[in-house]
Each structure stands twice: as structure tokens, then as C-alpha cells.
């Protein structure tokens, strides 16, 4: 049986993706080869490449806006580091918004660089909604923020306007939701949710902002270095890449950033709706602030939990435990999770409710 | 029909590693998930990560020495910039030795860190060979080599002794042939050759060199916080890991390292005595050096270049061009690759010279 599948990430993917991953993994675009074995020089390899930056540009609407695309290795933790080398300039500063443990992640690498100005933070209220009313620094070299925070189930739903450089971790909702993008001087997003599998990050960075610290960037750290070589200074992860094209591909077919947000909005609302309705469950974050791809909650009665667990497991839905810092429940509902999950755990919640 | 893949990396892999590969794409373990959807936090990752590391240190008799194995992202070009970071004093030094591009890489990173003395470098001759007799600073905080250069088919023979930490990059023949792995402080090795598919860097380190550089290490380019984490510090690149994992297992089977050792030089054996038989072809590596996993040749007479290629197609070959830095041909000969793909290139290089 097909398992319901609401982990955090690495998460779903389109069925079709899988079939056509595990195709190219005996024989890739009939040539003999597996993916796997391909030089990543290859012009097969090279076109997948180009393919997957182009869309992704189209996809977010930023075609001929003065953007590069990047796919590299090494997950947004490696971005968190690769961000202050790169903007931070010597003797400058940086403001971060510190709304939960990734954008804590952040924190910690940018603190090693320099000034690092934590302009509001919900830690007090254990990350539970989107800090609002801050201020950004105008000398700020470029403000920091986490656009979805997997964890705790919140999302900015309003960016800063502001003249310094917004610097976006979108890991957890690139892709699934209406934006202007262009309000964004760099993006980036580890690919293991609404992208592909987990090993390759995507970086979408306005070229303007660069070379402007002084800074001396090591290599595998200047974003510069990759554009020149795009995205092919060193070997790069070839099928996360390929994967990652395949599921572009697939977003594109079903109608874009658009299409996919309203499945998303009405998984959202049938789950929240559930959530808020069932007199056993209440919803762990802000309304306000609710997150359409990671929904918090928790059982009003810990001693529902064994039977409530049974329940879903019976279903056949596997991924909804909460993270250790929140407890309780967090059911995910990435771009590729079908509306129909979301009905199968809405229903064992009311069928919970029936039986107690 | 299937190839014979002498591409240089990413690389031909056992045809069984595809099939399993392939497979758990659509099923992992008989979950009824893929393995591109699974958790890393999942318990049959976690013994997959753990399988993967005892195999690692099994195969390279390694056990119960002091080392720690990591599976990480970023390549070895990463790497490149983890080594100072983690070994080099604030006001030490490093010693490297200069046998190619990579080795290049490696120090142009390091570079950036603080003083780094070349002991030794062939760049003069196109580095056609491995430079002997160098002397390595008894106050150097490590030495660092590459054990084979892709790029230029040769390989160290004999690795240096002295007290200094041996640091080495073993990205293109680790797992190829028996030596005291205990003699080195830290392996790292892109996966993309004898390991797995790209996308993941599998990093032996002997614990007790760490921790001794009072220098200030972001989180990310910490081996000690990864070691900690047991390759969980942020998310891993769970299908790269998987696949590498397939093939260890492939080569513990087949009898380990000195069972593939014995294979790997008789496809040296066979390709070279015909390099150095034919008239029509030369080898580029001095003798002495000669990878056994990447062997480079040219025509001596570039006239027969446009007949050789059309053949070798013909017969199935792919991936022998040469790197644009030495031109002609490059035979890499990893582990997966059968010798029956090393006869048919011979064989091709009899018909030429009896063509002409």
C-alpha cells in the first residue's frame, strides 16, 4: 500500500518523478547510461542543467531580472555560512530575523563573521508566531529572514519593505506559493521538499549584490565562482539535479506556482478547518501566522495519543510526529502531497472524535 | 546496448547497484515509500548512515584505530577548504604537494588560511609524473597529497613517512588497491568514482588530529560537529549515501579490496602492455607513475584520430576523451568497470593498426 506520506523533509515527491528517477537510474534518455554513471560534462548532463535553472527563473517569474541560478551541494546549512562571506562586508553588518531553529542556524555561522543584529525573534513564545513591527537597520549590508519554519508551523505571510537586501531561506515553501519574488536579492532553498530529493540547494541570487564586501571568499564559498562556471565548479549532485528538473517539469505541466497554491491553500484550510473544528485537537501556531505547508497541533488530552497513533498508522499515514521542541503533531503537506492524504487524516481525526 | 564506460567520474558503477538503486527509488525496503521521500531521522536511514560508515571502516581494516566516518556533502572541493580550517594553526602551516589540477584546488584554498609550502610539484612537465624525494617540514601542521590525478593518469606509489599529519584527497582511487590506510590522519574522497553517484563526500578521519587549532570553525565546517551528529548535522544526501552504501556492499562481496585490487591491475596490465606494444600509440604518464585507474595515451600521428574515434563508437566505448589539459585519450578504469570493456578497447586498438 502507498503510504500517506507526511514527513518534513526529505518529503513526497510526484509519483511521476519517482517513475521516471528510477527509469534514468538503468537508462537515462535511451542512451545506455545510467544517470548515475554520466559525466556531468555530458551534453545530456549539460542540458538538464540548463533546463532546470531556466524553469526555475520561469517558474518564480524572474526571467530577464538580473538573476543567476544556482544548484550546489551542501544544504541550506552551508548557505548559512556562504551568505555572510559573500554580502557581509568587513567591519559591516547584518540583521536576521530569528523565527526558529533555522533562522537560529543562521544566527550562529553569520555571529562568526560580524555584527549580527537580531532584529525580532519569538523565542520567548517557543517560535509560535511571526515576530511583526520590527526594524531593519538601513546601514544593514542585507536582512535575513526564514520565510517558512518547518518546525514550529509558521510562515511570513508579510515581507519587510525595506532597501536593504533581503536575504530569504525558503527551503520549506519555495514553490508553493504566490510571491513577488523580485522583492528577494537572494533565495535560497535545500531541495529536499517542494524541489527534489535531498542533496542539492538551490540558489536564485540578484548579480548586482555581489563583490561588494572586500571580502577574500574561498572558492566553493563565492557564489561568482559558480555562476562563471555554472554551477559546474566542481561535480555536481547530477541526479538531485536531474530529479529536481523532473519535478520543475511536473510543476510546470500542472499550471505553475499558481495552480499548485490553490491545492495547497484547500489542503490547508480542510486540515486547519479540522483543527480548529474538532473539540480533541487545538493548532499549536499563531492563525495568523499558519504555515499552508507544515501544520502544528497537539491532542488536548495526552492520553488520546496511543489510540490516535494507532489510528493514523492503520490509515497508512506515516510522518506526522512532531519535532522533539514542539511535541504533538505536524502534518506536512508539501507540494506533492494529493489532497486525498489530507482527507484520510481529517477523517481517522473525526473518527478519533467518535469513538472518545 | 550497454556501454563500456571509461568516463572519468561520475562513473560506471555495478550494474546490480543500478537495479537496487533503481528499485528502492519506488519502494525502499518494501515500505512502500521511496527512498527519495523517507526521513534521514527515519530509522532505516539511520542504519543505513551506520551500515554504510562500519563498511567503510571494514573494508579499509580500519576498525578499532581512532577514526571517524563521515558522509557529507560538497565534494572534495569542499574539502578542500574544511582541512585548513579544522588542521591549520592561526599562524601555522601546511605542506603540500603539487601533482595536478586538484592538487591545485586544494592549495589554492588553503592558501587563504595561512603559509602553505609546496614540497614538491611536476607543473613544469604538465605533471607527467609524481615528484620524489621532496622533504616535508617536521613543523607543518599537516602534509597533503592526492593519491591519484584523473586528469593526468598518474598515482602515487609510495607515500612520504614522517610525523607530520598525512592528509589525502583519494577522490579517484580509495577502495582501488591495498595500503596501510592507517598510515593517513584524514581520507576524503568525492563519492563519484569507486564510492557511489555524485552528491556525496565520504570523509575518514583519525579523531584525536582535531581540536587543536584555537581557530574559530563555522558549524558547517566543523568535522568534530559532524562527528558528533554522525553525518546529521543538517540533512544528508540520503539517495547518494544509499547508493554508496550498495556499493560497498557490492565490494565486500566480491572479496573486498585486495579481491577488486587484483582485477583493477589486470585491466591496467592489459590496457598498458597494448599502449606500449602498439606503434601507433604513446603513453603520457612516466612508467613509474602510472594510475592503474586512469590511463592517458595519445596517437602519435593525429592523423588517426578520426578513424580511432569512429571505432571505438562503434564498438560501444564511451568517455576515453581526454581531459583538455593533456588532449588524447583517457581510459579511466574504475572498480565497476568489467575487464571484458577493457579487452574491447584493445581490440579496437589491434583493428587501427591493422587498418593502417
Same mark, same amino acid.
Given at each position: 500500500m502507498k503510504k500517506h506520506n507526511y514527513s518534513a523533509g526529505p518529503c513526497i515527491l510526484p509519483q511521476e518523478v519517482f517513475e521516471k528517477a528510477s527509469q534514468a537510474i538503468l537508462n537515462f534518455n535511451n542512451s545506455g547510461l545510467s544517470i548515475l554513471e554520466i559525466s556531468h560534462r555530458s551534453k545530456d548532463f549539460v542540458a538538464v542543467m540548463e533546463e532546470a535553472r531556466s524553469l526555475v527563473l520561469e517558474l518564480l517569474n524572474l526571467e530577464g531580472k538580473g538573476y543567476q541560478v544556482l544548484f550546489l551541494q551542501g544544504g541550506a546549512s552551508l548557505e548559512f555560512l556562504r551568505v555572510p562571506?559573500?554580502?557581509?562586508?568587513?567591519?559591516?553588518?547584518?540583521?536576521?530575523?530569528?523565527?526558529?531553529?533555522?533562522?537560529?542556524?543562521?544566527?550562529?555561522?553569520?555571529?562568526?563573521?560580524?555584527?549580527?543584529?537580531?532584529?525580532?525573534?519569538?523565542?520567548?513564545?517557543?517560535?509560535?508566531?511571526?515576530?511583526?513591527?520590527?526594524?531593519?537597520?538601513?546601514?544593514?549590508?542585507?536582512?535575513?529572514?526564514?520565510?517558512?519554519? @518547518?518546525?514550529?508551523?509558521?510562515?511570513?505571510?508579510?515581507?519587510?519593505? @525595506?532597501?536593504?537586501?533581503?536575504?530569504?531561506?525558503?527551503?520549506?515553501?519555495?514553490?508553493?506559493?504566490?510571491?513577488?519574488?523580485?522583492?528577494?536579492?537572494?533565495?535560497?532553498?535545500?531541495?529536499?521538499?517542494?524541489?527534489?530529493?535531498?542533496? @542539492?540547494?538551490?540558489?536564485?541570487?540578484?548579480?548586482?549584490?555581489?563583490?561588494?564586501?572586500?571580502?577574500?571568499?574561498?572558492?566553493?564559498?563565492?557564489?561568482?565562482?559558480?555562476?562563471?562556471?555554472?554551477?559546474?565548479?566542481?561535480?555536481?549532485?547530477?541526479?538531485?539535479?536531474?530529479?529536481?528538473?523532473?519535478?520543475?517539469?511536473?510543476?510546470?505541466?500542472?499550471?505553475?506556482?499558481?495552480?499548485?497554491e490553490k491545492i495547497n491553500e484547500t489542503k490547508a484550510n480542510i486540515l486547519y478547518s479540522e483543527i480548529d473544528r474538532n473539540p480533541l485537537f487545538t493548532g499549536v501556531a499563531s492563525k495568523e501566522d499558519r504555515s499552508i505547508m507544515n501544520a502544528t497541533f497537539v491532542l488536548k488530552n495526552p492520553e488520546h495519543q496511543e489510540l490516535f497513533d494507532t489510528m493514523w498508522k492503520e490509515a497508512g499515514i506515516s510522518g506526522i510526529n512532531g519535532h522533539r521542541s514542539v511535541g504533538g503533531y505536524r502534518a506536512s503537506m508539501y507540494n506533492a502531497l494529493p489532497i486525498e492524504s489530507v482527507q484520510v487524516l481529517v477523517n481517522v481525526m473525526k473518527e478519533l472524535e467518535n469513538k472518545i
Open positions: 562571506y559573500n554580502l557581509m562586508k568587513v567591519e559591516g553588518k547584518a540583521a536576521y530575523l530569528d523565527t526558529g531553529t533555522w533562522a537560529n542556524g543562521a544566527i550562529k555561522e553569520a555571529k562568526s563573521f560580524g555584527e549580527t543584529v537580531i532584529v525580532g525573534s519569538s523565542k520567548e513564545e517557543n517560535y509560535n508566531h511571526i515576530p511583526k513591527e520590527y526594524q531593519i537597520p538601513s546601514d544593514a549590508n542585507y536582512f535575513h529572514c526564514t520565510s517558512n519554519n @518547518t518546525i514550529f508551523g509558521t510562515q511570513i505571510k508579510n515581507f519587510p519593505k @525595506t532597501n536593504v537586501p533581503i536575504v530569504c531561506d525558503m527551503s520549506s515553501d519555495i514553490f508553493s506559493r504566490s510571491l513577488d519574488f523580485s522583492n528577494f536579492d537572494l533565495i535560497y532553498a535545500g531541495a529536499q521538499k517542494n524541489i527534489g530529493p535531498a542533496g @542539492t540547494t538551490l540558489i536564485i541570487v540578484k548579480e548586482e549584490i555581489l563583490g561588494k564586501t572586500n571580502r577574500n571568499i574561498p572558492n566553493i564559498l563565492n557564489y561568482q565562482q559558480h555562476i562563471t562556471k555554472e554551477s559546474m565548479y566542481n561535480t555536481p549532485p547530477v541526479f538531485a539535479v536531474y530529479t529536481s528538473l523532473l519535478t520543475l517539469q511536473w510543476l510546470k505541466k500542472i499550471g505553475g506556482i499558481s495552480a499548485i
